[in-house]
T-cell receptor
Framework: GAGVSQSPSNKVTEKGKDVELRCDPI?????LYWYRQSLGQGLEFLIY????????KSGLPSDRFSAERTGGSVSTLTIQRTQQEDSAVYLC????????????FGSGTRLTVV | GENVEQHPSTLSVQEGDSAVIKCTYS??????FPWYKQELGKRPQLIID?????GEKKDQRIAVTLNKTAKHFSLHITETQPEDSAVYFC????????FGAGTRLTVKP
């Protein structure tokens, strides 16, 4: 597609429920990243995927967070048993490859846990 | 892992003045240094980047400098305009990017 597409744009969920966030990267971009941005804060790295390699999960804050990327394209970030501190904007980005390429970000999913 | 520090956290300038934002990084293997602008409620957008084999890069009113020995890089905006008001993030990349905490720039008309 023309840009990185994320859905839903907003999600309100009750504490303890599971949520799935979706990211559709730019066609041809082999690298896909997830970041979290709390209100007024910076960008916290969560996970990245590059081609068919094993993902780098080093940024995931707890085992309640997981992500997968199917067919080297669409990715889903799953948060199990959501907590109030999970409330944030979850940003997905894609790039032509690792390292020397700028990211194109999606508009994000604003997650609110009540 | 890479650690990026960014200063100042807030910066207020008069329209027409220059603005400078500075970042340092910890991992000497980092080789790509982009800058992103994020307007309120919007996604971060790449405004300029520099690679480790280049010391300076300029694009109209914005420029970035890189000192690999000292592991620091800076963003310079000249002739600031109110539409430059936003949060600016620096980043350093080996494989994935690690971002600074951001600088909220306000340009007063």
């Amino acid at each position: 597609g023309a840009g990185v597409s994320q859905s839903p744009s907003n999600k309100v969920t009750e504490k303890g429920k599971d949520v799935e966030l979706r990211c559709d990267p730019i066609s041809g971009h082999t690298a896909l990243y997830w970041y979290r941005q709390s209100l007024g804060q910076g960008l916290e790295f969560l996970i990245y995927f590059q081609g068919n390699s094993a993902p780098d999960k080093s940024g995931l804050p707890s085992d309640r967070f997981s992500a997968e990327r199917t067919g080297g394209s669409v990715s889903t970030l799953t948060i199990q048993r959501t907590q109030q501190e999970d409330s944030a904007v979850y940003l997905c980005a894609s790039s032509l490859g690792l390292g020397l390429y700028g990211y194109t970000f999606g508009s994000g999913t604003r997650l609110t846990v009540v | 892992g890479e650690n990026v520090e960014q200063h100042p956290s807030t910066l207020s300038v008069q329209e027409g003045d220059s603005a400078v934002i500075k970042c340092t990084y910890s991992d000497s293997a980092s080789n790509y240094f982009p800058w992103y602008k994020q307007e309120l409620g919007k996604r971060p957008q790449l405004i300029i980047d520099i690679r480790s084999n280049v010391g300076e890069k300029k694009d109209q009113r914005i420029a970035v400098t890189l000192n690999k020995t000292a592991k620091h890089f800076s963003l310079h905006i000249t002739e600031t305009q109110p539409e430059d008001s936003a949060v600016y993030f620096c980043a350093a990349s080996i494989n994935d990017m690690r971002f600074g905490a951001g600088t909220r720039l306000t340009v007063k008309p």
